[in-house]
């Protein structure tokens, strides 16, 4: 039994990760780019509860994302996994009007590098 808890506790200590950059190599100068949105840029077929995601080619510092992202009269979920900005609605996306997503060149990586141009998207739910 002693064996087992020893086990569990050596597991549990190092199964703790770290989100953040590797260290060594060469040094990152350039931001990250936007690999693709899902669903597509001006989109109309994005439904009131769908979640809309950014896929980049690097991680995304998540204290950045806050300020860079802003979303047009909507209340908004944003999270960051890792590449990936995720982007829910609190209750609903207004079935009314078009969603307007920008992204200012405060969206930066883990060295503090910034994306290289503001991004703007358009979805429409029909």
Same mark, same amino acid.
């Given at each position: 039994?002693?064996?087992?808890?020893?086990?569990?506790?050596?597991?549990?200590?190092?199964?703790?990760?770290?989100?953040?950059?590797?260290?060594?190599?060469?040094?990152?100068?350039?931001?990250?780019?936007?690999?693709?949105?899902?669903?597509?840029?001006?989109?109309?077929?994005?439904?009131?509860?769908?979640?809309?995601?950014?896929?980049?080619?690097?991680?995304?510092?998540?204290?950045? $994302?806050?300020?860079?992202? #802003?979303?047009?009269? !909507?209340?908004?979920? =944003?999270?960051? /996994?890792?590449?990936? $900005?995720?982007?829910?609605? #609190?209750?609903?996306? !207004?079935?009314?009007? =078009?969603?307007? /997503?920008?992204?200012?060149?405060?969206?930066?990586?883990?060295?503090?590098?910034?994306?290289?141009?503001?991004?703007?998207?358009?979805?429409?739910?029909?």
């Amino acid at each position: 039994m002693k064996e087992a808890m020893k086990l569990l506790f050596i597991v549990f200590m190092y199964s703790c990760a770290v989100q953040g950059p590797i260290p060594g190599g060469e040094v990152d100068k350039t931001g990250p780019q936007l690999i693709r949105v899902h669903p597509e840029n001006n989109s109309t077929t994005l439904q009131e509860n769908d979640k809309i995601t950014f896929y980049f080619n690097e991680s995304i510092d998540p204290n950045s $994302v806050y300020d860079a992202f #802003k979303i047009n009269n !909507d209340k908004y979920k =944003i999270r960051v /996994i890792g590449k990936r $900005v995720i982007i829910k609605p #609190k209750d609903k996306w !207004d079935a009314k009007s =078009i969603l307007n /997503i920008s992204v200012s060149r405060n969206l930066m990586d883990y060295y503090k590098n910034p994306i290289s141009s503001p991004l703007n998207f358009h979805f429409s739910l029909g």
